[in-house]
């Protein structure tokens, strides 16, 4: 059973950059899936952020494209996220994820709040 | 803006039928693109009640159904019961986004 989990700072200053990790088990990362994440603001819907497949494309949301990086490290079989210059409307539960063009996102990390205050 | 247009709310009694449309364009949906739908409850990461505009995992009941037409998708869910209020996201492939959208998500209120 593959099962994703998220790692980082639940708070991050207004202008700085939000760093997440997510430790996958259960699978390699070097499979053919995309591996990404999504973001849920309080009260709002869900919002892709970026997704990776190891070895080839890396896939941006345009409006995030700018502050967006996601790397992996498959020694350690982790992807991570960073995305820089935040603000409040960076506040949200973070996600990662596995997907394909085709398929759903599934599985789901348990999601890990990051807010942006100072 | 979301992509994927989905009504704010729809509500219905225990046992009756709802349905949640979800409606894209030439570039998601109307591309061929396959429409997967999500339940999301405060506090627990969404899941998936149905998956290739039609299919259900294994563990969701046959109460769930989906449908797809043209550029748009519709869940059903049939013997409404007060377990099934919360919130639906449909999602799908953009190619011209060259990426992942999601619906704008509807409250399913069982009244």
């Known amino acids: 059973q593959v099962q994703l989990q998220e790692s980082g700072p639940g708070l991050v200053k207004p202008s700085e950059t939000l760093s997440l990790k997510c430790t996958v088990s259960?699978?390699?990362?070097?499979?053919?899936?995309?591996w990404g994440w999504v973001r849920q603001p309080p009260g709002r819907g869900p919002e892709w952020i970026v997704s990776?497949?190891?070895?080839?494309?890396?896939y941006y949301n345009p409006s995030l494209r700018s502050r967006v990086t996601m790397s992996v490290d498959t020694s350690k079989n982790q992807f991570s996220l960073t995305l820089t210059s935040v603000s409040a409307a960076d506040t949200a539960v973070y996600s990662c994820v596995r997907g394909t063009i085709f398929d759903p996102f599934d599985p789901w990390g348990q999601g890990t709040l990051v807010t942006v205050s100072s | 803006q979301s992509v994927l247009t989905q009504p704010p709310s729809v509500s219905g009694a225990p046992g009756q039928r709802v349905t949640i449309s979800c409606t894209g364009s030439s570039s998601n949906i109307g591309a061929n693109y396959d429409v997967h739908w999500y339940q999301s409850l405060p506090g627990t990461a969404p899941r998936v009640v149905v998956y290739r505009n039609n299919n259900r995992p294994s563990g969701v009941p046959a109460r769930f159904s989906g449908s797809k037409s043209g550029s748009s998708a519709s869940l059903a869910i049939t013997g409404l019961q007060a377990d099934d209020e919360a919130d639906y996201y449909c999602q799908s492939f953009d190619r011209s986004l060259s990426g992942w959208v999601f619906g704008s998500g509807t409250k399913v209120t069982v009244l």
């Open positions: 259960g699978s390699s990362i070097n499979t053919n899936y995309f």
């Open positions: 990776l497949f190891h070895g080839g494309s890396t």
